[in-house]
């Protein structure tokens, strides 16, 4: 009995783990990509505060970067990341979290705090928080590497070595059309005048197993499938209306819209000029001989597609500086 029931088990593990086997038409194993993590949540709605006005000041400077900006309501460490391909694989990663939480648990009933401060980045591509190095870190460290091994047991597949600890605050991979626009690093210029930024510290409250892909919750964070909490008092603020609940403030650059502004009025001139240029002759030819059949309209027609273009472009640059000037 005991040997069917062991034969059973090792049979359902061998056809679980197919389906996170995948190959690509040459036959050779494809990783898939990771589809959970576990993470604890950095909620202290001081910290929030912090990183929206960051935010807010980079845009200021490139707009282009609004769909690079890592979301609020989201901001997380991340301690592992696995792929899961079916219930039973999630239930069992479950099972990893307590494990692996357990065995941390009392050092962060203590009520163990982060401290986050200064702006870094990985190879100018991802901008984030760094954290203060601490006993509270270290234990962090370990508890990572705790899950990295757990996972790679659990899944048969590597994980990512070397864990850095981080608060992500804009990272380009968010939006692959960025890199089509020119924009491959984040500049130094926007925010080498805020790198010595001190955001505020959190409370280590537990940790989460988080879908990637799964529909974010009520506030604005990721899905959560399980979560194994400390035992520490809840101290922190919950007002987040103002850093949560609020779109970006951006206001317009506007060393770029008093350059819109100039070419408008360059262009304005163009037409004008234009005008003044024609006689009353010309102005005749143009309009009270269109209509006529036998007439050589070539110059007039060549001038009329000359000024609705002129006319056209500014119109558009028009509009440009309004909506730039009227955004908050």
Same mark, same amino acid.
């Given at each position: ?18 389906? =996170?086997? #995948?190959?690509? +038409?040459?036959?050779?194993?494809? /990783?898939? *990509?990771?589809?959970?993590? &576990?993470?604890?949540?950095? @909620? ?34 991340? =301690?592992? #990341?696995?792929? +899961?391909?079916?219930?039973?694989? /999630?239930? *069992?990663?479950?099972?990893? &979290?307590?494990?692996?939480? @357990? ?36 234990? #962090? ?7 990295? /091994? ?179």
């Amino acid at each position: 009995m005991k040997d069917s029931e062991s034969a059973n088990r090792y049979r359902r593990k061998r056809r679980s783990k197919k389906h =996170l086997h #995948v190959r690509d +038409l040459g036959g050779k194993a494809m /990783i898939p *990509r990771p589809n959970y993590f &576990v993470g604890i949540q950095v @909620s202290n709605p001081e910290i929030h505060h912090v990183v929206k006005r960051i935010q807010e000041a980079i845009l200021r400077k490139e707009p282009a970067l609004c769909t690079a900006v890592v979301p609020v309501p989201t901001l997380h460490i991340t =301690l592992a #990341v696995a792929h +899961l391909p079916d219930i039973e694989y /999630i239930g *069992r990663a479950a099972e990893v &979290v307590d494990k692996c939480g @357990s065995i941390h648990r009392e050092f962060f009933n203590k009520s163990a705090s982060l401290h986050f401060s200064g702006l870094k980045t990985f190879s100018n591509e991802v901008l984030f928080a760094g954290i203060q190095e601490s006993e509270v870190l270290e234990e #962090v460290q370990m508890m990572a590497n705790d899950l990295e /091994i757990s996972f790679q047991e659990l899944t048969g597949l590597p994980t990512k070595k070397g864990f850095k600890p981080h608060l992500t605050i804009l990272k380009l991979s968010k939006d692959f059309k960025l890199r089509r626009k020119g924009m491959s690093k984040i500049s130094s210029t926007l925010y080498s005048d805020m790198s010595d930024t001190v955001f505020g510290c959190q409370i280590v409250r537990g940790i989460q197993l988080l879908s990637m892909n799964k529909p974010k919750d009520g506030n604005g964070y990721y899905y959560c499938s399980h979560q194994l909490a400390f035992d520490v008092p809840h101290s922190e603020a919950d007002d987040h209306s103002e850093c949560c609940r609020k779109p970006l403030s951006v206001k317009p650059n506007l060393e770029k819209v008093s350059q819109l502004q100039c070419i408008m009025k360059h262009e304005k001139d163009v037409i004008k000029r234009k005008f003044h240029s024609l006689s009353l002759a010309s102005l005749s030819s143009v309009f009270g001989k269109a209509n006529e059949p036998s007439c050589k309209t070539d110059d007039s027609d060549s001038l009329l597609k000359t000024l609705l273009v002129v006319s056209f472009a500014t119109v558009a640059i028009i509009a440009a500086v309004q909506g730039m000037s009227s955004s908050k």
